[in-house]
């Protein structure tokens, strides 16, 4: 079993939809959750970082944090062109150096 | 936030040759990555590059095909030994200071995409 599953996609949406992206895992060390945006031929971009459980706010970009399902989620609202990019979520322990990456989902969205 | 320039962008190398990826941060850091990405699979981390020592492998990977240089807090280098196909890759620089930054891995370079034909 994987480390971190997320289901690759491809989701397209139109434009001002809602995403939703998700990521499960099998550790329960886990305590650090974080959701990375990569543009083609670009590298990975940090978007959202949450310690522990919980919920975390960035304008149009929501992560959740569900540890008692190791769940976690990305929603992005209002959702433009320029979201258009592939989603890595990545997770990792306390104290531990790996993070595990799941494969990234492929999102567009359509004008 | 720190900047990272990463060079080459991109290679297409023959097999048997080697490659000297470099990973040039705009401030001091505390920890330098180097990571894999294959198309279709997570990235994976190869190795810590640590300073003035030599660099922690993860499982799978060894220094006598991915040697790993940093001699100081800005500047780091990965070589591909002895390519194969199977090298092709994308290759990526990541850089923390958690004394700044609490969050791990909260910067990556553009990645080197390398082709060995």
């Known amino acids: 079993q994987k480390e971190v599953e997320q289901d690759p996609g491809p989701l397209s949406v139109p434009e001002g939809a809602i995403v939703s992206l998700n990521c499960t895992y099998s550790?329960?060390?886990?305590?650090?959750f974080m959701w990375y945006r990569q543009y083609s031929r670009k590298g990975p971009e940090l978007l959202m970082y949450?310690?522990?459980?919980g919920n975390k706010e960035d304008g149009r970009f929501t992560a959740q944090v569900d540890k008692s399902s190791k769940y976690i989620s990305l929603f992005i609202r209002d959702s433009q062109p320029s979201d258009s990019a592939t989603y890595l979520c990545?997770?990792?322990?306390?104290?531990?150096?790996?993070?595990?990456f799941g494969t990234g989902t492929r999102l567009t969205v359509i004008p | 936030s720190a900047v990272i320039s990463q060079k080459p962008s991109r290679d297409i190398c023959q097999r048997g040759t080697s490659l000297t990826i470099q990973c040039q941060v705009d401030?001091?850091?505390?920890?330098m990555f180097w990571y894999r990405q294959q198309p279709g699979q997570s990235l994976t981390l190869i190795a810590t590059a640590n300073q003035g020592s030599e660099a922690t492998y993860e499982s799978g990977f060894v220094i006598d095909k991915f040697p790993i240089s940093r001699p100081n807090l800005t500047f780091s280098t990965l070589t591909v030994s002895n390519m194969s196909p199977e090298d092709s890759s994308i290759y990526l620089c990541?850089?923390?200071?958690?004394?700044?930054?609490?969050?791990?891995?909260?910067?990556f370079g553009q990645g080197t995409r390398l082709t060995v034909v």
């Open positions: 550790n329960s060390a886990f305590q650090y």
């Open positions: 990541s850089v923390e200071n958690r004394a700044l930054d609490l969050r791990p891995r909260a910067f």
């Open positions: 401030s001091q850091v505390t920890m």
């Open positions: 990545a997770m990792m322990q306390t104290g531990a150096n790996n993070l595990f």
């Open positions: 949450t310690y522990s459980s």
